[in-house]
Nanobody, 123 residues
C-alpha cells in the first residue's frame, strides 16, 4: 500500500509562489504516474499536472501551463508542484495521487491519494 502525504500549502498573495510537496512511502513503481489535482468549493476535482515517475515526462492542464512545474526526486520519493504567478482562481485543496496509466488526467483512474493541502490566494 502506498501512502501519500502532502505539505507546503498556505496563504499567498496573488502573483506569489508556493511549492507543494508529496512524500510517498516505500518504493513507488517505476511505471506509476504521479499527479496533482485540485478541488475548489462547489467544483469537481480537476486535473492539474502529472509526471511519469520513470521518464520524467510531464503533462499540464492549460490554465497552469507556463506557471506551474511538476517534478520528482527519486531519492526522496517526493513529488513537487512549484506554483508561480498564483491567481485567485488557483485557490483550492490540492491533492497528490498515483496512477498506473501514463500521464492520466482522470481522477477515477488514480489508485492512491493524499489527504490534501489547502492553497489560498489573496488579492
Amino acid at each position: 500500500q502506498v501512502q501519500l502525504v502532502e505539505s507546503g500549502g498556505g496563504l499567498v498573495q496573488a502573483g506569489g509562489s508556493l511549492r507543494l510537496s508529496c512524500a510517498a512511502s516505500g518504493r513507488t513503481f517505476s511505471s506509476y504516474t504521479m499527479g496533482w489535482f485540485r478541488q475548489a468549493p462547489g467544483k469537481e476535482r480537476e486535473f492539474v499536472a502529472a509526471i511519469s515517475w520513470n521518464s520524467g515526462v510531464t503533462r499540464y492542464t492549460g490554465s497552469v501551463k507556463g506557471r506551474f512545474t511538476i517534478s520528482r526526486d527519486k531519492t526522496k520519493n517526493t513529488v513537487y508542484l512549484q506554483m508561480n504567478s498564483l491567481k485567485p482562481e488557483d485557490a483550492a485543496v490540492y491533492y497528490c495521487a498515483a496512477a498506473l496509466g501514463f500521464l492520466d488526467t482522470t481522477a477515477g483512474n488514480y489508485d492512491y491519494w493524499g489527504q490534501g493541502t489547502q492553497v489560498t490566494v489573496s488579492s
